[in-house]
């Protein structure tokens, strides 16, 4: 009977010694299951790629915006305004590269091969009261140029296609006030996204500027610095400056009322009216670097070219009827609007700002 169980506790013990070495352990011995099934695909001899789900920057159901190990979510302090469409901003970078500072109103300067990500939806849309994806907006760097891909979303909301091609999509939503609209939506052709990124003769980011990315965001490992958790990342290397000339968040009613128009009008109109860009012909600069002189605001710039002839400046204090800057601000009509694309409804908060910003001045114009 001894003899009998020694054999048996014999055999198991070999038994499990020979699984031991023949039959690698799975809990430790199989790659990470996010190197296996959620690193990002980005080859850049082959992007762009014919459907959003192919890149696997998302983990998951891709509407859920999940991001896998390495895709950053980001959130400047200003964003331009695009009909009251909601965006999610995601950056990605090659294993080891990273951007690096240029000056407080410069667009980092990225490596090779990097991603930024922005994708357009509304919530409560119309009659069902459910969240529509619309488009997601690719730049990528490749060869040391910043180009373009753009993804339509189907109406199951289950993948996005290449597709460079303009659109107009009818939407009805309700936005965070319970307010209806009737906008139709302009996804934009590939000369479009050139008219407002165009820097020179190439193209070039917006907002991904220290002075708009000094800010918290709420990382679903806890709030922290956007520049800090950048670098921490190794996404932000050489470091920045201690100081930064943050721009004014324009929504910050505590802020004094110039502080916010200027940084309301750094993001919805610096990117054409700066040297290099669409409408650089014009005497304004409405970069938050260049408007501590009102005239770059054009308070009291007479328009080189009035839409109408009671428009004696560009900004008359105290007077809206005569100021072109706020009859622009409060058009959706094509050819008067401002900015040129990128929406069609009038920003009813925006519009608002610059009519109190026009009656608080007090200047007097020669």
């Known amino acids: 009977m001894k003899k009998s169980l020694f054999v048996h506790l014999a055999a198991l013990i070999f038994l499990f010694a020979c699984g031991k070495d023949e039959d690698p352990n799975p809990m430790t011995d199989v790659p990470d299951a996010h190197t296996d099934t959620s690193a990002v ?12 789900s192919k890149y696997r920057f998302f983990e998951g159901a891709l509407a859920d915006f999940n991001p896998t190990i390495g895709v950053v979510p980001f959130e400047p302090i200003n964003a331009l305004f695009s009909d009251y469409a909601h965006k999610e901003r995601f950056l990605w970078m090659p294993q080891g590269a990273g951007a690096t500072y240029e000056s407080d109103s410069s667009v980092l300067v ?25 488009e997601t907006r690719m730049l990528f760097k490749r060869n040391g140029v910043w180009e373009f891909a753009k993804y339509v979303w189907n109406d199951e909301q289950t993948e996005a296609v290449y597709d460079m091609n303009g659109y107009l999509v009818p939407v ?18 590939e000369t479009e996204c050139l008219t407002c990124h165009k820097k020179g003769q190439a193209s070039t980011p917006i907002g991904v500027k220290p002075q708009n990315l000094n800010s918290v965001f709420a990382y ?8 800090d958790k950048w670098t921490a990342l190794g996404y932000l290397q050489g470091g920045v400056p201690g100081t930064i000339n943050t721009v004014t968040d324009w929504r910050d009613v505590s802020q004094p009322l110039n502080e916010r128009v ?21 005497p304004m600069r409405f970069g938050w670097a260049e408007t501590s002189d009102p005239a770059m605001l054009g308070v009291c710039v007479e328009p080189h070219n009035p839409l109408l002839p009671i428009h004696s400046h560009i900004v008359k204090p105290g007077n809206l009827e005569k100021s072109l ?19 069609s409804l009038i920003h009813e908060e925006g519009r608002q700002l610059i009519e109190d910003w026009i009656i608080s001045l007090t200047q007097t114009c020669n």
């Open 41 to 52: 695909s980005f080859d850049l001899s082959s992007v762009p790629y014919d459907s959003l």
């Open 110 to 134: 990225f490596p090779e091969g990097t991603v930024l990500l922005k994708t357009f939806y509304y919530d409560h849309v119309l009659p069902s009261d459910q969240r529509r994806i619309l």
């Open 172 to 189: 009805s939503f309700t936005d965070d006030s319970g307010t209806a609209h009737d906008v139709v939506y302009a996804m934009p052709s």
């Open 220 to 227: 679903a490992e806890g709030s922290m610095n956007q520049l």
């Open 262 to 282: 200027r940084g309301y009008l750094d993001v919805n109109c610096a990117h054409c009216h700066t040297d290099g860009r669409y409408c650089d012909y014009r």
């Open 325 to 343: 800057l706020y009859y622009r601000v409060n058009s959706g009509q094509d050819g008067i609007r401002m900015p040129l694309i990128g929406r």
